[in-house]
């Protein structure tokens, strides 16, 4: 199996995700107005779907913020 680059994956769009949502939450971390005790989390979610033949799928990206 070949290694998979994160940052080439999708384009480059999880990458770009990623680092926006981690942006936001380095952000909030830092904002006073926030309780400083509650634990931020980054998510990231990629589903694969094939056909029946296995010979095409598709992938599916998602990158959420807590």
């Known amino acids: 199996m070949n290694k998979v680059e994160l940052q080439e994956f999708a384009g480059g769009a999880l990458q770009e995700n990623f680092q926006k949502a981690f942006e936001q ?22 589903s694969l779907s094939q056909n029946e033949d296995r010979d095409d799928s598709t992938c599916e990206i998602s990158v959420e913020k807590k």
């Open 25 to 46: 939450v380095v952000q909030n971390m830092q904002d006073p107005n926030t309780p400083w005790k509650v634990k931020r989390s980054v998510t990231i979610k990629v």
